[in-house]
């Protein structure tokens, strides 16, 4: 009995080792499937200024808004961050948000951090652009709808609701001010 155990630890112990391997090799087929989705999206690569109104309890409210975004792990993420600006100076805006692709289920994923909430949210691309939406309570949904067109880049936010129309309560409209190498530069050295 004690020589049938060391052989079977003889041939599972390669096999172990083996497995372990294979989870830290790269899937270079993930991967490439992964930056060719994300490559759809160039268009978003950069930095962003323009304008944002958003409906208040206390009325519109108007801002400047950024928009900084950039690569990461050779393509394969698209990081984004949002922040507005008030008359007062203060940033009464501020997002960030991960963008992936999962090649399996062929679908795309926003992880988005804002206001103290957070959540992974359905991502899907349009002819000019994409949508992605967040639940809202019962039968409702907020949905986000971005354009590109003429080097603009306009997303609105509509609050919808099951048998209403769509209420709009976000808008902006920005213009491409620059190229950006973040946040992959400046990453930790090996020495």
């Known amino acids: ?25 790269a899937d270079t087929a993930a991967i490439a499937a992964q930056q060719a989705a994300l490559k759809k999206l160039d268009w978003m690569r950069g930095l962003w ?3 944002a109104e958003t409906m208040t309890p206390a009325g519109p409210r108007k ?12 393509g394969t ?3 984004i961050e949002g922040k507005s600006y008030g008359a007062d100076g203060t940033a009464p805006f501020h997002a960030f948000a991960v963008l992936s692709y999962d090649q399996a289920s062929q679908k795309y994923t926003l992880a988005s951090h804002a206001q103290g909430r957070a959540g ?3 991502f899907a691309l349009t ?3 994409y949508t992605w939406e967040t639940p809202a309570g019962p039968n409702a ?27 709009r309560f976000f808008t ?7 190229d950006t190498d973040w946040p992959a530069a400046g990453g930790m050295p090996k020495d």
């Not at 009995?1 to 090799?25: K, S």
Request: glycine share 10%; charged share 15%; proline share 5%.
């Open 77 to 79: 993420l698209l990081v």
């Open 120 to 122: 992974a949210f359905p």
């Open 63 to 74: 801002m400047i808004q950024t928009e900084r975004i950039g690569s990461m792990l050779d």
């Open 127 to 129: 002819d000019t652009g």
């Open 141 to 167: 949904v907020v949905r986000y709808t971005a354009t590109f067109a003429g080097g603009s880049y306009t997303e609105v936010g509509d609050y919808v609701m099951q048998g209403q129309p769509p209420r």
């Open 1 to 25: 009995m004690r020589r049938f155990v060391m052989l079977l630890l003889a041939i599972a112990a390669p096999m172990a080792v083996t497995t372990a391997a294979r989870a830290q090799a």
């Open 49 to 51: 200024r323009g304008t």
């Open 172 to 178: 902006m409209t920005l213009k491409r001010v620059g």
